[in-house]
Structure formats: C-alpha cells, structure tokens
C-alpha cells in the first residue's frame, strides 16, 4: 500500500474515532462545512436541495425544520479530507422520510427539540439557532454534547441532540457515502478464505 492510500486509510479512521467518541465530548473544533442554500427550503411546494437526493419534497418537516436539521447534520457529520457531509449525502432527506414514517415519538422528539433549540437560541442570541453566527451555534451544541457536563435545565436538548445525533450518523453510513467512508469491505469478491487474521485472535484474546 502506497503513501497516499495510507494517509487516506488513516484519515478515514480517525474521522471514524472522532465521531464515535462525539457522544462523550463536545463539538468544540467542529463547524459546517460551509454555508447551505438553505432558501431552497422555502421554494413553491417544499421541493428543497438534499445533496445526494438532488431535490426532494418536504415529506413531514416544514421548511423551517428542514433547515435546522440541514445545519445539525453538517456540525454531526462535517465534510473532512476524505469524505462529504452529511448534507452531501443526503441525510436531511432520510431523516425526513424517516420521520414521516415513523411518526411516532422520534417526530415529537426531534420538534420538540428543535423548538427548545430554538427558544434557548432566542435567550442567548435574540435570533433563531440557523440564524445564529457559527459561533454562537457551537456554544448552543456544547451545553447539549456533553450529557456529564450538562446543566439540569438542558436535559431537554441533550435528549434532543443524542436522538438527532442517532438520526444523522444512521443516515449518513446508510448512505453510499457513509460505506464509502468507513470504508465497507463486504460485497467483494475474494480470492479465498484464510480465516480470522492472528492479529486479531490475540487482541480478542482468543
């Protein structure tokens, strides 16, 4: 393997690390990647732009919704060297129609929370959290991306954002571009079986 797949190789994992240890830390350092066009949203009959979907009819979200879970998904899952964000993959759109087909308590979570999300925005910031500086909207996903740290007053939004957070990285390595990240290995045809590799036996202790 060369130096450049290597170097890939590794950034894929630590962005895999990174995400997995995202429910213990907060999203300092993390920003959307940039600026969605997010007025889409309030097109003629909610058709909207959802990367990888193309275009996309709102199925349950109003536009307003769409665009707050536009922006959380990109500060969940932002683009890196390796891969696209969670826009980019589509992700919006799946939880959208998830939620539309679920209708059950994930779509009073997720509306829930974003009208808590923001309320919370207004305190702080007199403006709604997507109207928010890049800045500010961190700070708001701080008091929600640490439950340990958290204030009692904001169990509200640290529920909200465990259940956005389970939404967006499904949607994302459900995505082409979510396996693609990982990277997923099945489907591939193999010269022959050899077993589990000795490596692994070991740290497996077996």
């Known amino acids: 393997m060369d130096a450049a797949k290597d170097q890939g190789k590794g950034l894929r994992f630590q962005r895999r690390a990174v995400l997995k240890m995202m429910a213990a830390m907060p999203l300092a350092g993390l920003a959307p990647a940039r600026a969605l066009a997010l007025d889409d949203a309030e097109a003629a009959g909610g058709i909207v732009r959802s990367g990888a979907a193309g275009l996309w009819k709102l199925q349950i979200l109003t536009p307003h919704e769409w665009k707050s879970v536009c922006v959380l998904s990109d500060w969940i899952v932002p683009a890196d060297e390796v891969s696209a964000s969670a826009t980019d993959a589509g992700v919006p ?17 997720v509306r829930e929370g974003l009208v808590w999300l923001d309320d919370e925005s207004k305190k702080s910031f007199g ?5 928010c500086t890049t800045e ?48 997923y290995l099945g489907n591939q045809p193999q010269n022959g079986w050899h077993g589990c590799p000795q490596k692994a036996l070991e740290q497996l202790g077996v």
């Open 93 to 109: 759109a799946f939880i959208d129609d998830w939620l539309n087909f679920q209708r059950g308590y994930e779509l009073t979570g």
């Open 127 to 131: 403006r709604d959290f997507v109207s």
């Open 136 to 183: 500010q909207q961190q700070k708001m996903l701080d008091r929600m991306a640490w439950p340990e740290k958290a204030q009692a007053s904001d169990a509200e939004g640290v529920g909200f954002f465990n259940l956005m957070r389970d939404l967006v990285l499904s949607g994302f390595y459900t995505s082409e571009t979510g396996r693609r990240d990982l990277p």
